[in-house]
């Protein structure tokens, strides 16, 4: 399967076809703009952020995620598989994110084992 990179301009049209589709997603396009690209570096570490990220702000999910590289040393797949929903949760993760994360590794997440340090 050939990975396809995103692009402000790919982003923009993807945009447009949904927000054509959709009243709300027409408004709040006009509303407030286009949604920013933002660059990520491939591997499991940008795969634990964009959880963290899911249903709380930026910021909160920028504290979580330094608050486990910091704990771990670098988030890796094997790290975390390691680190236990106890520990994870000790770290500040939510009750509902950490065992997210285990699964995330025990899925069979190969394709992106890469590492972020700390």
Request: net charge positive; hydrophobic share 35%; glycine share 6%.
């Amino acid at each position: 399967m050939q990975q396809k990179t995103i692009t402000d301009e790919t982003l923009r049209m993807g945009v447009d076809v949904l927000a054509e589709r959709d009243s709300d997603l027409y408004r709040i396009r006009d509303r407030l703009g286009y949604p920013p690209l933002w660059a990520r570096e491939p591997g499991f570490a940008s795969l634990v952020h964009i959880i963290l990220e899911q249903q709380v702000s930026i910021k909160a999910a920028a504290t979580m995620f330094q608050r486990l590289a910091s704990h771990l040393g670098s988030v890796t797949p094997e790290l975390v598989q390691k680190a236990g929903e106890s520990e994870l949760r000790q770290v500040g993760l939510t009750r509902q994110k950490s065992p997210v994360l285990r699964r995330a590794r025990q899925s069979g997440c190969q394709r992106c084992a890469g590492t972020l340090k700390a």
